[in-house]
C-alpha cells in the first residue's frame, strides 16, 4: 500500500513560509518554489501580481514608479475616492503598494495613515512610500507599525521620517531589499542609531540602498551575512562605512567620500563604484589584494596622477571606468579587459 504524501509545509503559518521564501532568489520563487506546495503556490501569485500604484499629482515626480495613463483624472476627490475604493475591495493579501504623493495637495496625514494601514493589514509584500513635503514643513512622519509587518519582503521609503524607541524594536524577518532616501529621524542624535537599528532588524537582507540620507560620522553595517548589494550616496555628515561580517556582499557602492572599514567582507565582491576619495598611488594593488575577484571597477577621484594596471592584478576584471580631473597617464596590459572608459579628454590607452 502507498504511503499518504502529506503536505506539512500548507500548515506552516504565512509568517513562517514567508520567512523560507525569503532566502530563495526572485526567480526560483517564481519558476519552482511554487510547485512544491499547494500554500506556497498562493503565497507565491500575489508577490507577482500588478501592483496598486497611486501618484499624485503625476506633475510632482520627474519620473514615476507605475505607468500613468494619459487620461489621468487630475481631480484631487476622483483620486481619494480611488485610492479608498481600491484598498477597501482589495480583501485578500496585497502584493504590492506604490504611494508617491504631493502633500501640498493632499494635507490630511489621517487619511495616508489609515491608507497604509489598510496595505498592513492586508500583509503587503512590497511597500513603496514617497512623500514630497510642503515647501518648509516637516516630513511626513512614518507609523513604527510599518517596521512591524512581518509580511514586508522589499521596502522602499523616500521623503519621510520615523523614529525607532528602545522599547518598540523593529522585526522585519522577511525583508530582503531596503531603500531608504531623504529619511529622517525625529531626534537628531539619534538618527545613526535609528537607521543601524531598522537595518539590523533584517537578518535575511540581501540590497540595502541609503541615498541622501543625513547620518553622524560612522555608520556600522554588522552581521549581514544575507548581504549582496550595497548602495551609500550622499549621504550628509557621514564619515566612515564600517562592514563587518557581509561574507556574501557581490556590488558596492559608496559615493560620500570619507573612509571605508571592511571586516569579512571582499571575497565574492564582483562590482566597486568609488567616489570622492583621495586616491594614493598603490590603490590598484590595494584593491587587487582586498577584492581579487573584481569584475567591475568605477573610480571617481579629483587627483590621481597615473595608473598601472596588468593582466596579474585583478584578472577577472572586465570592465574599468575611470574619471578623474587630473590623471596625467594610463598604462593598461590587461588583455581580459572588455571595457574601458575614462574621461573624455583622456585618450583610451592603445
Same mark, same amino acid.
Given at each position: 500500500?502507498? +504511503?499518504?504524501?502529506?503536505?506539512?509545509?500548507?500548515?506552516?503559518? @504565512?509568517?513562517?513560509?514567508?520567512?523560507?521564501?525569503?532566502?530563495?532568489? !526572485?526567480?526560483?520563487?517564481?519558476? /519552482?518554489? #511554487?510547485? !512544491?506546495?499547494?500554500?506556497? #503556490?498562493?503565497?507565491?501569485?500575489?508577490?507577482?501580481?500588478?501592483?496598486?500604484?497611486?501618484?499624485?499629482?503625476?506633475?510632482?515626480?520627474?519620473? &514615476?514608479?507605475?505607468?500613468?495613463?494619459?487620461?489621468? @483624472?487630475?481631480?484631487?476627490?476622483?483620486?481619494?475616492?480611488?485610492?479608498?475604493?481600491?484598498?477597501?475591495?482589495?480583501?485578500?493579501?496585497?502584493?504590492?503598494?506604490?504611494?508617491?504623493?504631493?502633500?501640498?495637495?493632499?494635507?490630511?496625514?489621517?487619511?495616508?495613515?489609515?491608507?497604509?494601514?489598510?496595505?498592513?493589514?492586508? #500583509?503587503? !509584500?512590497?511597500?513603496?512610500?514617497?512623500? *514630497?513635503?510642503?515647501?518648509?514643513?516637516?516630513?511626513?512622519?512614518?507609523?513604527?507599525?510599518?517596521?512591524? &509587518?512581518?509580511?514586508? &519582503?522589499?521596502?522602499?521609503?523616500?521623503?519621510?521620517?520615523?523614529?525607532?524607541?528602545?522599547? %518598540?524594536?523593529?522585526?522585519?524577518?522577511?525583508?530582503?531589499? =531596503?531603500?531608504?532616501?531623504? $529619511? +529622517?529621524?525625529?531626534?537628531?542624535?539619534?538618527?545613526?542609531?535609528?537607521?543601524?537599528?531598522?537595518?539590523?532588524?533584517?537578518?535575511?537582507?540581501?540590497?540595502? &540602498? $541609503?541615498?541622501?540620507?543625513?547620518?553622524?560620522?560612522?555608520?556600522?553595517?554588522?552581521?549581514?551575512?544575507?548581504?549582496?548589494?550595497?548602495?551609500?550616496?550622499?549621504?550628509?555628515?557621514? +564619515?566612515?562605512?564600517? $562592514?563587518?561580517?557581509?561574507?556574501?556582499?557581490?556590488?558596492? +557602492?559608496?559615493?560620500?567620500?570619507?573612509?571605508?572599514?571592511?571586516?569579512?567582507?571582499?571575497?565574492?565582491? /564582483?562590482?566597486? !563604484?568609488?567616489?570622492?576619495?583621495? %586616491?594614493?598611488?598603490?590603490?590598484?594593488?590595494?584593491?587587487?589584494?582586498?577584492?581579487?575577484?573584481?569584475?567591475?571597477?568605477?573610480?571617481?577621484?579629483?587627483?590621481?596622477?597615473?595608473?598601472?594596471?596588468?593582466?596579474?592584478?585583478?584578472?577577472? =576584471?572586465? *570592465?574599468?571606468?575611470?574619471?578623474?580631473?587630473? =590623471?596625467?597617464?594610463?598604462?593598461?596590459?590587461?588583455?581580459?579587459?572588455?571595457?574601458? *572608459?575614462?574621461?573624455?579628454?583622456?585618450?583610451?590607452?592603445?
Amino acid at each position: 500500500m502507498e +504511503e499518504e504524501q502529506i503536505d506539512r509545509i500548507s500548515k506552516l503559518p @504565512d509568517e513562517v513560509m514567508t520567512r523560507i521564501l525569503s532566502f530563495v532568489p !526572485v526567480e526560483d520563487v517564481a519558476a /519552482r518554489a #511554487k510547485l !512544491v506546495s499547494k500554500a506556497w #503556490k498562493k503565497l507565491c501569485e500575489f508577490s507577482f501580481d500588478p501592483p496598486l500604484g497611486f501618484v499624485y499629482p503625476v506633475c510632482s515626480f520627474f519620473s &514615476t514608479p507605475i505607468p500613468i495613463p494619459e487620461d489621468i @483624472d487630475h481631480d484631487i476627490g476622483s483620486f481619494i475616492n480611488g485610492v479608498d475604493s481600491s484598498l477597501k475591495s482589495h480583501d485578500s493579501r496585497l502584493g504590492r503598494l506604490i504611494l508617491c504623493l504631493d502633500l501640498d495637495y493632499i494635507e490630511s496625514r489621517g487619511m495616508i495613515d489609515s491608507w497604509i494601514d489598510a496595505a498592513l493589514e492586508r #500583509k503587503v !509584500v512590497h511597500l513603496h512610500l514617497r512623500f *514630497r513635503p510642503h515647501y518648509g514643513s516637516n516630513l511626513y512622519h512614518l507609523s513604527p507599525k510599518v517596521f512591524g &509587518t512581518r509580511s514586508i &519582503t522589499v521596502l522602499r521609503l523616500e521623503e519621510c521620517r520615523f523614529e525607532i524607541r528602545g522599547d %518598540v524594536l523593529p522585526d522585519l524577518p522577511a525583508l530582503r531589499k =531596503l531603500h531608504l532616501r531623504r $529619511i +529622517e529621524c525625529d531626534e537628531e542624535e539619534e538618527k545613526e542609531e535609528a537607521i543601524q537599528k531598522l537595518i539590523s532588524s533584517c537578518p535575511s537582507i540581501q540590497d540595502l &540602498t $541609503i541615498i541622501s540620507c543625513r547620518l553622524q560620522k560612522q555608520l556600522r553595517l554588522l552581521g549581514l551575512s544575507n548581504l549582496q548589494r550595497l548602495c551609500v550616496d550622499d549621504c550628509y555628515g557621514l +564619515e566612515t562605512i564600517v $562592514i563587518i561580517d557581509a561574507p556574501n556582499l557581490q556590488s558596492l +557602492e559608496y559615493t560620500p567620500g570619507g573612509s571605508l572599514i571592511l571586516k569579512s567582507a571582499g571575497e565574492f565582491l /564582483r562590482e566597486f !563604484v568609488v567616489s570622492g576619495l583621495i %586616491v594614493p598611488e598603490n590603490f590598484i594593488q590595494i584593491i587587487a589584494s582586498r577584492f581579487p575577484n573584481l569584475e567591475r571597477l568605477k573610480i571617481n577621484c579629483s587627483q590621481w596622477n597615473g595608473i598601472e594596471i596588468s593582466d596579474h592584478q585583478l584578472k577577472r =576584471l572586465e *570592465r574599468l571606468e575611470i574619471y578623474c580631473d587630473r =590623471l596625467e597617464r594610463i598604462e593598461i596590459l590587461h588583455h581580459q579587459l572588455k571595457l574601458f *572608459r575614462s574621461n573624455p579628454n583622456l585618450q583610451a590607452p592603445e
